[in-house]
């Protein structure tokens, strides 16, 4: 007999519809799954890995208690003895101090080397629990659960993870990578909308740096997108994945040319994020803006015509991302985009679109030309 029958699941198939990637790091290889009710698997596919020993569940508060009791009995159905800790967990206390209590919690309950630390949050969650996991006993494995959309496309993937000190933002840290990472497209119903927003700015993007085919998707089905309605939305998460997986995989430690791609907008991202005052932002939100501005440079440079930087502006407010940043003074941003962490020795290395879906770094740029760009987003 061919084909499936009614009631009849072949649990591999089905598994593997929903692989969006396999990341490759010189700390191993691991799966990036994304799916409707994926959560429920979460056991099986950790017991698929390779993993024993008890899970260590560590989620964002928000997340509790359904979604957390739910990942801890599909832990439980794949043979798993699990602890939960749901602490709240923010840009405000991503720090030591909330790092100290996942210690603290894992000392009482003596886990050991071979045991497993589940994220289960936002980005937030999954840099500072990641960076608990990295440290605790010099390493121990971790999965990621990502629930929020920012975490599913770009930090549950690539093993950067870290907490803030008082002297600026994830300036501790360590790569770590995962063991796997589990994206539940359904925890993203309870996100709220600008988050939402925030994080399509980030999976859009991809698609502008590296996938035209991708960005035109976006392009079209916004609403549908947004809505999550159907099957587009996943698969459309499940490709700006992908890309950002390829790119980890490549370029894994940021010292080749491909993980810088995932740069564009964030210079000058990161500092309308800084001159506004940390918060007033969402990370993603300014990056949109950002994006156009390093659009603008590449108008300026002839490396795009303005339709191109046109069609990038209505694909960020068709996801009700703002592509302005009024108010905020020119010269102080100047500033702020020379002391950006990714520049070396005073030279900004630019990424820029080449065309749609093509992206390229350019060091080049004038200060003149920055300045106007940066002008075009403030007024
Ligand atoms: N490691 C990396 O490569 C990397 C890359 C980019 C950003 N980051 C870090 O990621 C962090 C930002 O991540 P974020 O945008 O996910 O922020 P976040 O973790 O603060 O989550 C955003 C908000 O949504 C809430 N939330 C999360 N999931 C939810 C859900 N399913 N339902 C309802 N509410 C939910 C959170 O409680 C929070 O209030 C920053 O600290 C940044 O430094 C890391
Ligand atoms: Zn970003």
């Given amino acids: 007999m061919h084909g499936k029958t009614a009631g009849w699941l072949n649990p591999m198939t089905?598994?593997?519809?929903?692989?969006?990637a396999i990341v490759n790091t010189t700390q191993g290889s691991y799966r990036v799954i994304v799916g409707r009710d994926v959560i429920d698997d979460l056991g099986f596919e950790l017991k698929k890995t390779g993993l024993q020993g008890r899970a260590f569940l560590v989620a964002d508060e928000v997340m509790?208690?359904?979604?957390?009791?739910?990942?801890?009995?599909?832990?439980?159905r794949g043979g798993y003895a699990t602890h939960l800790l749901a602490l709240e967990i923010g840009e405000s206390n991503k720090n030591l101090e909330t790092v100290q209590l996942v210690y603290d919690w894992l000392a009482e309950l003596r886990a050991d080397r071979g045991d497993i630390v589940v994220a289960m949050g936002g980005g937030v969650t999954g840099d500072l629990v990641?960076?608990?996991?990295?440290?605790?006993?010099?390493?121990?494995?971790?999965?990621?659960?990502?629930?929020?959309?920012?975490?599913?496309?770009?930090s549950s993937i690539g093993g950067k993870t870290g907490v803030n000190i008082p002297n600026g933002k994830n300036l501790l840290g360590a790569f770590h990578q995962p063991k796997l990472v589990l994206q539940d497209v359904g925890h993203l119903d309870s996100l709220p909308a600008r988050e939402m927003s925030a994080g399509w700015a980030e999976a859009v993007k991809h698609g502008i740096i590296l996938d035209a085919q991708l960005l035109d998707t976006f392009e079209r089905l916004a609403p549908q997108m947004r809505a999550l309605e159907g099957d587009e939305p996943v698969d459309a998460i499940r490709k700006s994945v992908a890309i950002k997986g390829d790119i980890v995989s490549a370029d894994e430690f940021e010292t080749g040319d491909h993980?810088?791609?995932?740069?564009?907008?964030?210079?000058?991202g990161h500092a309308i994020e800084?001159?506004?005052g940390y918060g007033t932002y969402l990370h993603g939100e300014a990056v949109a803006i950002g994006m156009m501005a390093a659009g603008k440079i590449a108008v300026q440079l002839g490396m795009i015509d303005t339709n191109l930087l046109n069609r990038q502006r209505a694909v960020l407010e068709s996801y009700a991302l703002p592509t302005r940043a009024v108010g905020l003074d020119v010269n102080e941003m100047i500033e702020a985009t020379k002391s950006d962490k990714k520049s070396r020795g005073g030279t900004i290395r630019w990424v820029l679109l080449e065309g749609p879906g093509k992206a390229?770094?350019?060091?080049?740029?004038?200060?003149?030309?920055v300045r106007e760009a940066i002008q075009s987003i403030l007024d």
Avoid at 133 to 146: D, E, I, K, Y
Avoid at 259 to 268: A, F, K, M, S, W
Wanted: aromatic share 6%.
């Fill in 130 to 154: 990641g960076f608990a996991a990295a440290t605790w006993l010099r390493g121990v494995a971790v999965v990621h659960v990502p629930t929020s959309l920012a975490a599913m496309v770009d």
């Fill in 14 to 20: 089905d598994q593997d519809q929903n692989l969006a």
């Fill in 360 to 369: 390229t770094t350019r060091c080049d740029v004038p200060e003149e030309l």
């Fill in 259 to 268: 993980r810088i791609l995932l740069n564009y907008g964030h210079t000058i």
């Fill in 274 to 276: 800084k001159v506004s």
């Fill in 64 to 76: 509790f208690p359904n979604p957390t009791r739910r990942a801890q009995e599909a832990l439980e």
